[in-house]
């Protein structure tokens, strides 16, 4: 039977985590304000950006997004030049032979859609669905994304690199596997949560896709 394969974003498809933290500080820098340390930020990962400047600064929120996005796209090629090495090529693989793809993030649209565009995978995926402003809400836009579709969760695959996607894809009903091939992953964590599989590359992952039979097992 014919998986689907759903997809994280931020540590998944490109190592953009250090690219959004620039863009959040640097926002903080052009209206003159401290901004918060890198471990701030990151505690209050969840909701997506705006979610994220609002609960921070919640009489700035708007602005600081504003300018963030800007920063965000100003910095990508700095940042985050490439996806990550082999992505495309799975991505591809999985389009030509009918395999369902979508992003679910907790990123917000506009950050997503400026990803997209400069790795130039906006054609790679069915459906792209972001982030929530007060918290994740992946078990949500999983579950949305089965409706559309038409098909059954214990078919589904939810790929991503943190523990909290693990949980998301159980609440969804869906099969985790841990996306590992980022040097922010951290695989002790990711092991202990027990997903389906974790993989240290996406050659890894695109072998074990090719073992189980979803792509054409290779010579």
């Known amino acids: 039977m014919t998986p689907s394969i759903i997809f994280d974003f931020d540590g998944t498809i490109g190592e953009t ?70 992505i495309r090529d799975l991505l591809r693989d999985l389009k030509s032979h009918g395999i369902p793809t979508a992003i679910v993030t907790g990123k917000s649209m506009d950050s997503a859609e400026i990803s997209l565009e400069f790795y130039d995978l906006k054609d790679s995926f069915d459906i792209v669905e972001a982030g929530g402003l007060q918290g994740s809400i ?8 089965l409706n559309i579709w ?20 159980r609440k969804a009903g869906v099969i985790p596997l841990s996306a590992a091939w980022s040097e922010l992953a951290d695989i002790d964590a990711l092991a202990r949560k027990n997903p389906e599989e974790i993989f240290r590359s996406v050659d890894g992952f695109a072998f074990w896709l090719h073992e189980r039979g979803f792509l054409p097992r290779l010579a």
């Open 150 to 169: 038409g098909v059954q969760p214990q078919n589904t695959y939810y790929i991503g690199d943190s523990v909290m996607d693990i949980d998301d894809s």
């Open 17 to 86: 985590i250090p690219l959004a933290l620039h863009a959040l500080r640097k926002a903080y820098e052009s209206m003159s304000l401290k901004p918060p340390s890198a471990e701030l930020l990151t505690a209050n990962f969840g909701p997506c950006e705006l979610g994220l400047l609002r609960r921070l600064s919640p009489d700035l929120g708007d602005e600081l997004y504003a300018r963030y996005i800007d920063e965000y796209k100003r910095s990508h090629a700095e940042f985050s030049p490439a996806p990550f090495p082999g």
């Open 138 to 145: 992946k078990p949500e836009k999983i579950e949305k994304i």
